[in-house]
């Protein structure tokens, strides 16, 4: 597997940025982080587009950046997808998609037909960029980018300027790429829906240094991140495998126990990812019969975190996963509830999102 080291320092104006990481090249790494703390600095600097002042980078064994050594962007074979398409406006479609093959720097799998049909384009092939909606403009840039044949795809916010259909649709597509082409992807965002959603990994970025970095749910799920991260409303992050479709209802395995939802477009076998709000989640010391709740998950009170609020959060334990609860300190009390005790969590909502394979 590919790694692109980082080690290097670069000034704009009062800010700089810091960052020294490891980046395993697999899936999307999402870089995220408050306004200004460096996030598309960091996408021009690996793309080459940006000189860092000092240090080094390294994409597998080749050497980018080691100063005063320096790859310029075209040789690099990094694909940039920028918030706008800026697709060539004097072209069709098929003629950008064209010019990005005869200037790829290097030959490679991916042929015309596979990103038109990946990208679903083939009805946009005569048409100009003006005469396109803003999904299709990003659709065609995506594919415009991947037909150079990089090594490395960044993208930098690219649903930013979608409504919410639209990005929905894009996403989509864009979840496919690192499996469709064998291309990772450096992902810029300031979404964490999008996180989420398409993100096998976070570089956190906080007043121009890494303030983090690590799989989705291990930095979500930290509270001291919180500030940066927004405390991740949808409070856990759950991964779990569809089992079947019956009577409009889904049933699926989370570490062996069964968790019921309305019906997905998910098939049978296929693991998701599931976020659930803490305030959706309900504590019982016994077992609860004649519910309307259809998810009463057994769980172990792994930790019992008290803020300065009426509430308190208790981060249960479920086989090798961890679900957040958000009650009153009112209920703890009366609850009686003790760090390592068995209970049953009431989900009351959950929330899939698209299938992680």
């Known amino acids: 597997m590919t790694r692109l080291e980082l080690d290097f320092a670069i000034t704009r104006g009062d800010f700089e940025l810091s960052v020294a990481a490891a980046i395993e090249l697999a899936g ?31 994409c597998g064994d080749v050497v980018w950046h080691d100063t005063p050594a320096h790859v310029p962007a075209y040789e690099r074979r990094v694909g940039y997808v920028f ?35 990946a990208l679903d384009l083939d009805r946009l092939l005569e048409r100009r960029p003006a ?24 993208m930098d916010e690219p649903l930013s300027s979608l409504d919410t259909p639209r990005r929905r649709e894009i996403a989509a597509y864009i979840e496919r790429v690192p499996e469709t082409f064998g291309v990772p992807i450096l992902y810029v965002t300031h979404d964490i829906d999008e996180v989420i959603r398409l993100a096998d990994r976070i570089l956190l970025l906080s007043r ?4 983090a970095f690590g799989g989705v749910k291990e930095i979500l799920e930290r509270s ?16 779990a495998v569809v089992v079947a479709h019956a009577s409009g209802m889904t049933e ?10 309305p019906q997905t477009t998910a098939r049978a ?21 004649r519910l309307s709740i259809r998810n009463a998950i057994t769980a172990r009170v792994d930790r019992i975190e008290v803020d300065e609020t009426v509430y308190v959060e208790l981060v249960l334990g479920i086989g090798t996963q961890s679900l957040r609860s958000r009650i009153t300190r009112e209920a703890l009390e009366e609850l009686e509830l003790v760090r390592g005790q068995t209970v049953y969590a009431l989900i009351k909502s959950v929330v899939l999102d698209e299938p992680l394979a």
Do not use: C, Y
């Open 252 to 261: 699926l395995s989370l570490d062996g126990q069964k968790l019921r939802m």
């Open 269 to 289: 076998g296929e693991a998701v990812r599931l976020r659930v709000h803490a305030r959706d989640v309900a504590i019982a010391t016994q077992r609860p019969v």
């Open 224 to 239: 001291d991140l919180w500030p940066l991260t927004g405390r991740l409303e949808a409070g856990s992050i759950l991964e």
């Open 131 to 154: 005469s396109l909606s803003g999904g299709e403009e990003q659709r065609v840039a995506i594919a415009r980018a991947l037909l150079t044949n990089p090594r490395l795809l960044v």
């Open 208 to 211: 121009g240094t890494v303030a």
């Open 28 to 58: 999307t790494t999402a870089v995220f982080g408050p306004s200004g703390s460096g996030k598309t600095t960091l996408l021009r600097v690996v793309a080459g587009l940006d000189r860092p002042k000092r240090g080094r980078i390294v």
């Open 83 to 117: 918030q706008d398409g800026r697709l060539f406006a004097h072209m069709t479609v098929e003629g950008n998609l064209r010019f990005a093959l005869r200037h790829a720097r290097a030959s490679g799998p991916i042929t015309m037909r596979d990103a038109v049909a």
